[in-house]
C-alpha cells in the first residue's frame, strides 16, 4: 500500500522515503503488532535508538516486495501486481506510526539527530519505487487491459490511482531525467528541512521582556502565562511576549501599549525575513526554481497544474476562480471593520490611522461594543471532558458511535487515553486522546493515523488519535478552553471519524486518503454540531454550577459568528493568492520573493491594514514541505462543500436529521476515496455543490 503521506492531517509535512541493509533481528518497530483489537502499537517499548534501524528494515523489507512483483514472470494482474503492492510496505507503516509519534509529540534533540538523517533516506527511497521502470510497467500493463472492465469499480479506481501517481511522479521518463528528478527531490528534502530550523530559529530568538508597568490591558491569564515564559528563560519577574503565534495574536488584540503592539507585529512578520544566516529568501527562490525544473521535466506547464491535477478543483485556474470570487467581498468587508474601529479610535480621542498592528486591539472594541460578547464569559462553560462527552454524543447520533475508555492498550505518555469505539456491540477502531501541550510536542491541533480500515485479506480496524495542546490544569480542576477551542477539538474529530466511518476493500483508497481539497470537508462540518441546541444543553455546562450556557449568551456568540470575516478571510485569502501566483510561474529564474510577494498583493489590492496571515518567508504549508504547495487554496474549497452540506441539513430536520446523516455516512464519510469525489458528493447532495452556500456562510452577498 502506499505510505502514510502526512504527518496527521491539519498538518503539511509530506512523507517521503531510502535504501538501506537487511537487519538481522526483526526490530520491534516493525514487527506485526500484538495484543487486544487486532494488535496495537507497541508504544509503551519504543527507544529512540530504535528508529533507524527499524525504518531501513521497513524500507529494505519494501523493496523486496517490489522485487518479488517484478520477479514474477507471469503477464501482470490485478492480482499478481496490483494487490501484492496494496500488501506491501506494511511493517515500514508501522515503524512510521511511531515514527510520526515521536516526531510530532514526543521529540527531543536526540530524536532530531535521526530525523535529519532518515529524512533525506526516506526521500530517496520513495524515488526508488516511483522511478523503478520494472513496476511501472506492469502497473500500466493491468491500467491499459482490456480486462481492466472485469474489475470492481474499487478496483478500477486503485489500478487509475497507482498508475496516475507513477506517471505523475515521472515513471516515464528517461533514465537520465529520472537521476535528474531524484537528484533535485534530496536537495529540496534538505531546503524544506532548513525552512522549518530557520523559521523554528526566529520563533525561538526572538522574546520582548516587559516590565510590570508595559502590561495594560493584557488579561489576567495572559499575564500569568507571561510570567511563567519568562521565568522558564531565566528572566524571573519579567513577562515575556514569545515570537510565536499564540503569543503575538492575544497580545496585539488586548495591549493598551501602541508602539509596543507595533514592536510584536514586526517581529512575527518578519520571522525568516531579517537578512541574517536564517533569512528564507533564497532557500525559497532555489524551491521554486527545482520545483520548476522538475516540473518540466514531469511534462507539465506549471508546479500548480500537476498539484491539483488530481484534486476537486482539477486546475490551477478553477481554484483561483473560487478564490477571486470570494476576495471583493471581503476586502469590502475589510473597509466596513477599519470604519467601525476608526470611528471607535476616533470617538477615544487616539488621535491615530488605524495601522496593521491596530487591527485586532480594535476589532475586539468593536466585538464588544457590537455583541457584547466576553470570550471569558463563554469560556466557563467550556470544560474539556464534557466537550469530549458532547462530540462522543454527537457521533453517535449521527454515525451511531459508542466509545468506552479502555486500559489495556499501551501509550506513549502518561497523558494519553484510549477509547474503544463500537456500532451496534461491534468493534470499529480505537481512538487515542492526547489532550495537553508539553515539551517536544509541536503546537496546534491535529489527527494523526495509526492503521487505516481495510478488509483485503481479513478485516483491518482503524486506529486514530486526536492530539492538541492544552495546559494540564490542577489535578481534579476542570480545564476550560475557548469557543475556538472547543470548534478546533470538533473539527479534528471530525478527521478521527472520517477515519472511523470507512468502509472499503483497500487501503490505500482508506478513510483520510482523499483529495487534498476534499479532506477537510468531514472535519470542517463536524464543527458544526458544537453550536447546536443538542450539544450545549447537555455539555456546554458551568464548572461551577453545573448550569448549561445561558440563552442569551449562545445568541451572542451565534449573532457574532460572521464578526471580523474581513479579517479572517482576507488574511487567508491572501496567502492562498500568492501560494498559486508563486507555482503558476513556469520559469521563476532567479526570482525575489520578498519583490514577488509584494507585486503580487499590491495586484489584488491588499488593503493595508492587514497582512498574509502566513507571509511568504514563513510560510511553512507550502515551503516546509510539498503538503500544501499550491493547495492552501484547499481549505476554501473544503468549506464550499461543508456550508453547502450543511445546508441540506436545515433544509431537512435539522442537524440531526438521520436521513441526511445516513446520506452524509453513505456517499462521504465511508467511502474513502473509491469513488470520485465530485461525484460522492453529488450523490449525497443530488446536485452539484454551490458556491453560494459559503458566501452565505462568511456574511458576504449574495447574487441569486
Ligand atoms: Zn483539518
Known sequence: MKLFRTAGLCSAALIALAACTMQEETNLLVRE???????????????????????EQGMALNLAEIDAITDNAEPATFENTIAPLERSGKALNRAIASYWVWASTMSTDEFREVESELEPKLAAFQDQINQNADLFARIEAVYESPEKDQLTTEQQRLVWDYYTDFVRAGANLSEADKARVAEINLRLATLYTDFSSNLLHDEESYVLYLNEDQLSGLPESFVEAAAAAATEREYDGKYAITNTRSSMDPFLTYSDERDLREQVWRTYYNRGDNGDEYDNNAGISEILQLRAERTKLQGYETFAHRAIEKQVAGTPEAAMDLLMKVWPFAVARVGEEVADMQAIANAEGADITIAAWDYRYYAEKVRKDKYDLDANEVKQYLQLEKLREAMFWASGQLYGFEFEQVDNVPVYHPDVRVWEVTRDGAHVGLWYFDPYART????????????????????????????????????GE??????????????????????????????????????RDYVEFPSQINERWLSTPEVLNQFALH?????????????????AATFNQGFATTEYLASALVDMKFHMIADPGDIDPDAFEREALAEIGMPDEIPMRHRTPQFAHIFSSEGY????????????????????????????DPEVAKRLYDNVMSVGNTIDPAEGYRNFRGRDFDTNALMRDRGFPVDE
Open 33 to 55: 503488532w500484538t495484543g487486544p483489537f487486532g494488535g496495537v502499537p507497541p508504544f509503551d517499548q519504543v527507544e529512540v535508538d530504535d528508529f533507524k534501524p527499524a525504518l
Open 629 to 656: 504547495a499550491a493547495g492552501y487554496y484547499s481549505y476554501l474549497w473544503a468549506e464550499v462543500f461543508t456550508a453547502d452540506a450543511f445546508e441540506a441539513f436545515l433544509e431537512a430536520d435539522g442537524p440531526y
Open 440 to 475: 517536544g510536542k509541536r503546537s496546534g491541533a491535529w489527527m494523526n493515523d495509526y492503521r487505516a480500515q481495510e478488509r483485503m485479506d481479513s478485516e483491518v480496524t482503524t486506529i486514530v488519535s486526536n492530539n492538541s495542546n492544552f495546559v494540564k490544569g490542577t489535578p
Open 478 to 515: 476542570p480545564v476550560l478552553i475557548s469557543w475556538d477551542d472547543a470548534e478546533t477539538m470538533f473539527h479534528e474529530f471530525g478527521h478521527a471519524i472520517h477515519g472511523l466511518n470507512s468502509d472499503v476493500t483497500y487501503p490505500s483508497l482508506s478513510g483520510t486518503n482523499v483529495a
Open 543 to 559: 464548572h461551577e454550577t453545573g448550569e448549561p450556557i445561558p440563552q442569551e449568551l449562545v445568541d451572542k456568540i451565534k449573532q
